[in-house]
């Protein structure tokens, strides 16, 4: 397995215009996230699907995002009408849901957002 | 989840033992405490975790005292290559989101 992988790996755009990243976890695991980082920071929680339900949503999340999973496999997560406080990079992560404490989180090398 | 506090910078010289020490003085009773380390452009990646007492892989080591209120990352003779942010993570086993603190930014030098 490569494990997870996130395209594009950069992408600058102008503010108004929208954006779509794409996460393929890691092919075993159910659940998959997704975190934003700013320069500085560590990574914010935005939301996590087990299968293809979302199952929690940060109120970073405002209505211009939107994250699907169709079908339980990959994952989208679109901005619509960009601002430039959405520059940041977009990090993808996937785990296996079990009943136990361990709960590691693969995480991609995520998307590098810039928005002019 | 529990706040915790680290150091937002140390530094050292390759072949040292680096110490990070994670204070969680609110962490409750079924809570983990799990280490992350990230290099630059790269997501975070999962190093140890830990319950109680001493814990070691082949990476590092971690240290809870009794009371559970800190933790200690341990790693030994460090390299260049050990240079990332190191994070301190607390919450229950298996929990669903992980909430990352600021990090300690750790540079080796030659």
């Known amino acids: 397995d490569t494990g997870v992988s996130q395209d594009p790996r950069h992408k600058i755009t102008k503010r108004g215009q929208n954006v779509t990243f794409r996460c393929d976890p890691i092919s075993e695991h159910n659940r998959l996230y997704w975190y934003r980082q700013t320069l500085g920071q560590g990574p914010e929680f935005l939301t996590y699907?087990?299968?293809?339900?979302?199952?929690?949503k940060s109120r970073l999340l405002s209505d211009r995002f939107s994250a699907e999973r169709p079908k339980g496999s990959f994952s989208t997560l679109e901005i619509q009408r960009t601002e430039q406080g959405d520059s940041a990079m977009y990090l993808c992560?996937?785990?296996?849901?079990?009943?136990?404490?361990?709960?590691?989180?693969?995480f991609g090398p995520g998307t590098r957002l810039t928005v002019l | 989840l529990a706040k915790t506090t680290q150091p937002i910078s140390m530094d050292s010289y390759e072949g040292q033992e680096v110490n990070i020490t994670c204070s969680h003085n609110?962490?409750?009773?079924?809570?983990?405490i799990t280490w992350y380390q990230q290099f630059p452009s790269q997501g975070p990646r999962f190093i140890i975790q830990?319950?109680?007492t001493k814990v070691t892989n082949e990476v590092a080591s971690l240290f809870i005292p009794a009371d559970r209120k800190s933790s200690t990352l341990s790693l030994p003779r460090v390299s260049l290559s050990d240079t990332a942010v190191y994070y301190c993570l607390v919450g229950v086993g298996g929990y669903n989101k992980l909430i990352f603190g600021a990090g300690t930014r750790l540079a080796v030098h030659p």
């Open positions: 609110n962490i409750a009773t079924n809570d983990y």
């Open positions: 830990g319950y109680k």
């Open positions: 992560a996937s785990s296996l849901a079990h009943q136990g404490p361990y709960n590691e989180q693969f």
């Open positions: 699907f087990q299968n293809e339900a979302q199952l929690e």
